[in-house]
């Protein structure tokens, strides 16, 4: 009788410290563990990137840049003022043909046509051996055309008008191109609406062409005078007094 209560008594003493045992082991791993993860993580340090701005200054100069801009609207100013003289001058001849249907001109069919002819025959002279046609063709083709309209209304005396301008606009071109000692318009170059006089400002070199990579024809000195006939890119076509023709640079030469 006594063996089996013994043997349950120790039984039960021996379990409590086992399960005591036990819950004291893992609450010593749960400690660690918890001490194990509260410990703070390695901070790794991110540097800011740094941007360097690159700042173009531009120094300019304010009186230079006002003289600029009083120069482009002179230029515009007389872009209009040409415009205006063209229209006007167109007008006027308009109004020439009118006159001369109105009062039935003398001129006889034979010289209306004549005249045409010869004013055709310029203008394909002007166009021949050149890269591109020069800037007078424009009007005296145009001029060529008009003629043409008013000899089919047999109006003679303004076909026979229209004609004649038209070989006076291209006689002016043969007298520019002889004057300047060349054949033919070059490339990209514009006519200036009239001859204009210029002067040197200094001594400076007059090329066969419009560019240093020309050859040197004869030395501006300063002072000299100068008829200027053209223009392509920053170089002026000029004649001087001796008939000698070549290129110069725009900053050589200025207005008397």
């Not at 120069?71 to 006027?92: C, G, N, Y």
């Amino acid at each position: 009788m006594r063996g089996p209560r013994h043997l349950g008594w120790f039984d039960l003493v021996f379990g409590g410290m086992f399960l005591l045992r036990s819950s004291f082991a893992a609450l010593t791993g749960i400690a660690v563990f918890a001490a194990c993860s509260s410990q703070p993580k390695p901070v790794t340090t991110v540097r800011p990137k740094v941007v360097h701005d690159t700042v173009t200054v531009t120094v300019r100069d304010p009186d230079l840049d006002k003289r600029v801009a009083r120069l482009e609207l002179q230029v515009l100013a007389r872009d209009a003022e040409i415009e205006d003289l063209q229209a006007k001058l167109e007008d006027t001849r308009a109004e020439v043909v009118r006159a001369m249907a109105k009062l039935q001109s003398v001129a006889s069919r034979a010289q209306a046509a004549s005249a045409m002819a010869e004013a055709e025959v310029a203008l394909q002279t002007m166009k021949a051996g050149a890269s591109q046609d020069p800037p007078e063709a424009d009007q005296v083709n145009r001029l060529v055309r008009q003629a043409a309209n008013a000899f089919d209304k047999t109006n003679y005396g303004g076909a026979l008008y229209l004609a004649n301008q038209a070989k006076t606009l291209a006689l002016s071109y043969r007298g520019r191109i002889a004057g300047s000692g060349h054949e033919a318009a070059r490339p990209g170059e514009t006519a200036f609406a009239v001859p204009i006089r210029l002067t040197t400002t200094t001594r400076g070199n007059v090329r066969g062409g419009p560019g240093t990579n020309f050859p040197i024809v004869f030395a501006a000195d300063s002072g000299m005078t100068l008829t200027g006939y053209s223009y392509a890119d920053e170089w002026i076509r000029i004649s001087d007094d001796g008939g000698r023709g070549g290129w110069i640079f725009r900053s050589l030469v200025a207005r008397p």
